[in-house]
């Protein structure tokens, strides 16, 4: 039996254990159970002295009191893919791999919201003063009004904001706070709970938007995000592959806007570069495109991207042949292959199959079936595809070729870079009409365009 208010907690999913087990049986975590003390059982309520009961206050959905305006940070693409700005009031939790450049995105925010009029706090639990002063001074920030601090008690942080007030202030990150209210390390669900629970109530109370970092690990050595991703009102996620310059940031969870959209950076020796116009971003320029490859006319949020895939089908040197993707879901491939088979005659048996989406991005909309099956279908019968031609469409697991979504965003956006063709679904002004997967891959493989 645990000890008197000891609780095992699971570091990977949070979930809360009496008995200490080797295996989480809410997530299936192996070794992921640590032993946490808590004043109290978590959940509990806090013993109350308060004897007379206060009661519930209605209200009406219908006010007279206007609401503040968003705070707009003059980051366009941080502010698009909050919602057209920050809430005050609001939490905002952004995720990411240690390194991908939290700390830069949110202190280019931060200073460039300072500069518009709002006054702005930086509070790093990571670094020294000193060093953001650096990194500040290496952006070109280093006049703008932002208060900086180096803290990582919850309490100061806590007493200092209530002395003075700020639109916006960003913590980085939650996993370097504690509070004194737990015996638990800094970085174990009850502290980064505990703390994101703190600082939440502390800006819906006095309206000051709080932006969190917390780092995303796969190893369970600390808490991720996602233990917090309930509290707050929005969730972004920064996003890059490793060796290419572009970052991606993402909503995965917004109560003021939508999701959908994306918001585009480019990591530079002076910070992070917007890039307004992304949707050469992606395209592999250098010449002609071989064998292989399919430029998808794709949307991201509410704008249009062209991206290529890439696709190398070659023959297997071991039994068992291999399937790699990069930037695609390897489930969908596994489909896209199975429909090439069985009902366009390819064969993949014995061939090895890679599949990668160039400059880093990770593609999920079903409208690219299309563009894969035609990359995995020009590599497979070395024919390429013409220069000028770009790609969409849904494949259904009959073999069938579907419409998708906002296909003249699509062609609009491919004809302004240059494409003057498009392969997809059929009955679709200006697009080489295929309604049959069948059908697109005769044409490639036949090399019939015109
Ligand atoms: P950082 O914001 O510290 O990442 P995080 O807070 O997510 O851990 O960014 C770290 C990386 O960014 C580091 O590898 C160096 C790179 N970087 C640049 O390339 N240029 C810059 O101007 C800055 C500030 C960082
Ligand atoms: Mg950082």
């Not at 199975?338 to 199959?353: I, N, S, T, Y």
């Not at 890679?354 to 299309?370: C, H, K, M």
């Amino acid at each position: 039996m645990a000890r008197d208010g000891a609780v095992y907690v699971c570091q990977s999913c949070g979930a809360t254990h009496t008995k200490w087990a080797g295996q989480c049986t809410a997530c299936g975590a192996w070794n992921s159970l640590v032993e946490e003390l808590t004043s109290r059982p978590p959940g509990a309520l806090a013993p109350t002295k308060a004897s007379k009961t206060r009661g519930l206050n209605f209200e009406t959905l219908e006010t007279e009191t206007a609401t503040p305006p968003r705070i707009v940070t003059g980051v366009e693409e941080f502010d698009r893919v909050c919602g057209g700005g920050v809430v005050p009031g609001s939490a905002i939790l952004l995720g990411g791999d240690p390194g991908v450049g939290k700390s830069t995105l949110l202190l280019q925010v931060c200073a460039q919201a300072a500069e518009r009029g709002a006054s702005c706090a930086y509070i790093s639990g990571e670094e020294a003063v000193e060093q953001i002063r650096a990194r500040a001074a290496r952006m070109g920030l280093a006049h703008t009004p932002v208060k900086l601090a180096a803290e990582t008690a919850l309490r100061d942080i806590l007493d200092g904001l209530k002395k003075e007030h700020f639109d916006l202030v960003v913590i980085d990150s939650i996993q370097t706070l504690w509070s004194d209210a737990h015996e638990a390390g800094p970085g174990s669900v009850t502290q980064v709970r505990s703390c994101a629970a703190e600082l939440v109530r502390l800006a819906k109370k006095r309206g000051v938007a709080v932006l969190l970092v917390g780092h995303v690990t796969k190893d369970g050595q600390i808490a991720g995000p996602r233990v917090v991703e309930h509290m707050v009102d929005a969730v972004l996620s920064f996003e890059g592959e490793r060796g290419y310059p572009f970052r991606i940031l993402r909503g995965a969870k917004n109560r003021f806007g939508a999701t959908d959209e994306i918001g585009v950076f480019e990591m530079g020796d002076a910070g992070l570069r917007e890039v307004r116009n992304p949707s050469a971003l992606f395209l592999n320029e250098g010449g002609e495109r071989a064998a292989g490859a399919a430029v998808f006319a794709g949307i991201e949020g509410s704008r249009p991207v062209l991206v290529e895939f890439q696709a190398l089908v070659a023959p297997s040197a071991y039994g068992t042949p291999r399937r790699a993707v990069v930037g695609w879901d390897s489930g969908r491939l596994a489909m896209v292959l199975a429909v090439l088979e069985a009902r366009c005659g390819l064969g993949f048996g014995a061939r090895d199959v890679y599949l990668n989406v160039a400059g880093g991005l990770r593609i999920s909309e079903p409208a690219a079936d299309l563009a894969a099956a035609a990359a995995l279908a020009s590599s497979a019968l070395d024919c390429a595809l013409p220069q000028d031609c770009v790609v969409f469409g849904e494949v259904s697991l009959s073999g069938d070729v579907r419409p998708v979504s906002r296909m003249e965003a699509r062609l609009k956006e491919a004809a302004k870079l240059g494409f003057s063709r498009a392969l997809g679904p059929s009955g679709v002004d200006g697009v080489i009409g295929v309604s049959r997967l069948a059908d697109a891959v005769r044409r490639i493989g036949e090399e019939a365009w015109d």
